[in-house]
Nanobody, 120 residues
Framework: QVQLVESGGGLVQPGGSLRLSCAAS????????MNWYRQTPGKQRDLVAS???????NYADSVKGRFTISRDNAKNTAYLQMNSLKPEDTATYYC??????????????WGQGTQVTVSS
């Protein structure tokens, strides 16, 4: 059973930093893309950052220059380093991964989400 588990959320003051982690567990053959999304109540889930297996990255304009996505392929883990946080970054952050489990079809998996609150 493949699972994605996020960690690292919490309460931080404006201008502060947090580092989120997303660990994929289970029998995994390959992970293609790992993504971070965020969602606030009543709004759609928006893509924040993406990283492919080779290391190429993409970011939403709202986080460029402040957030950095990375991954450790040996650990099947993605990270989101968030610096210069603003109150508008407050959201539930979700990890998503396009991956192929061993012996099963390639599919998209979601984590359960971790809350990030930026407030003084």
């Amino acid at each position: 059973q493949v699972q994605l588990v996020e960690s690292g959320g919490g309460l931080v003051q404006p201008g502060g930093s947090l580092r989120l982690s997303c660990a994929a567990s289970g029998s995994i053959f390959n992970i293609y893309t790992m993504n971070w999304y965020r969602q606030t109540p009543g709004k759609q889930r928006d893509l924040v950052a993406s990283i492919i297996s080779g290391g190429g990255t993409n970011y939403a304009d709202s986080v460029k220059g402040r957030f950095t996505i990375s991954r450790d392929n040996a650990k099947n883990t993605a990270y989101l380093q968030m610096n210069s946080l603003k109150p508008e970054d407050t959201a539930t952050y979700y990890c998503g991964a396009d991956l192929e489990p061993v012996g099963r079809a390639r599919s998209y998996y979601w984590g359960q989400g971790t809350q990030v609150t930026v407030s003084s």
